[in-house]
């Protein structure tokens, strides 16, 4: 059983070395009729709690097979902050792993408990944590064989590794020597100066623009003035003249007719 093991793992890993170029996209099953689907969150939190790698393998066969699951694992992050455990539901499963560079691979030691059958699936689950600080892509591979170390079906999927690495301190700065402190200071002093003449500047432009206000409202003030005495003496005389005009009137009214006039004679 062991030999048989040792086997499966050097194809398994011959076969990834083999594919690693075109590792994004997923393989096509070597036997028609079986499929896998893998899922996995889209992130990883490096140093944080386990997520779920899920793999569902189905058939359209008749025969009904026994299935070894085979996880392969490409990532940026080091393998070895990388943790792996194949679970079931009765507990952990035991498994194999070898890894290869940024390749981890991960091989059942025994056949899966559920039975592969027409309308029947095995369903593979392999619990993942990062230890971090690093982060990156990685990759999952699940691979179904069969109990005579046939390859039925493999597929992935893809995610992200969120790293927990932290930026590091900017250095303190060293001390200057003596003789700098009297050039800092004369910069200083040099700096203040140039502000202080760039305030006079800014001072004297806002004198000036108040200056040019001043002066235009003065130049503005005697035409005013004049204008409002000409409309005031016009309204004064036109009122005056209203009231006589009305005074008349109430003369003319008042006044009764003073004529006589002759009887017109009998004929």
Known sequence: MRHRITALIGAVVAGAVLSAPTWAAPAAADVPGFSVRVTAPD???AARSAETVTAVVTSESGRCRKVRWVLI???EVDPGQLRVTRVEEDGEFDTSTDTDGDTTTIIDEALDPGTLCRG????????ITFDG?????????????????????TAGASATV???RTASPSPEPSESPAGNGTDEQDEDAGDGGAAGDDDKVIDQAGGDTQTALV????SLLGPGLVI??????LGV????????RSRVARVEEQTLPTGFYRMPHRR
């Open 43 to 45: 992130t990883f939190t």
């Open 73 to 75: 694992v490409r990532s």
């Open 228 to 233: 409002g005495g000409i409309c005031v003496f």
């Open 133 to 153: 600080p690093d982060g990156g892509d990685v990759r999952f591979e699940a691979q179904a064989f069969d109990d005579q170390e046939t390859l039925l079906t």
């Open 215 to 218: 002066a235009d409202q003065t």
């Open 162 to 164: 969120r790293g927990q």
């Open 120 to 127: 029947r699936t095995v369903t593979g689950r392999w619990q």
């Open 237 to 244: 005389l036109l009122l005056l003249r209203l009231r006589v």
